[in-house]
Nanobody, 121 residues
């Protein structure tokens, strides 16, 4: 079983910064993609950023140049550094882990409980 625990959300003024953390525990395979998604009230959950076990990163256009995803394998933790925050970044942010064994094509998805980020104007 895999568990994800997020932390670091909060209230910040526009232009400010926050760093989200997601600590992972449990059985982790060798092929892993970790990511952050966000969901505002009444809207769908959208991709923010992902980082693969190869180190390749991917960002939503709306956060490119402002957010940075990274991982610390020794601590089993993935981070999302958010700079230049805007009111439209306000949402619940969810950590996600997708993984599969090298010998299969079956992906397994796991989600954290979410952490609220509120950006005031």
């Amino acid at each position: 079983q895999v568990q994800l625990v997020e932390s670091g959300g909060g209230l910040v003024q526009a232009g400010g910064s926050l760093r989200l953390s997601c600590e992972v525990s449990g059985s982790i395979f060798s092929i892993v993609v970790m990511g952050w998604y966000r969901q505002a009230p009444g809207k769908q959950r959208d991709l923010v950023a992902t980082i693969a076990s190869t180190g390749v990163t991917n960002y939503a256009d709306s956060v490119k140049g402002r957010f940075s995803i990274s991982r610390d394998n020794a601590k089993n933790t993935v981070y999302l550094q958010m700079d230049g925050l805007k009111p439209e970044d306000t949402a619940t942010y969810y950590c996600n882990l997708r993984q599969r064994r090298p010998s299969t094509i079956i992906w397994y998805d796991y989600w954290g409980q979410g952490t609220q980020v509120t950006v005031s104007s």
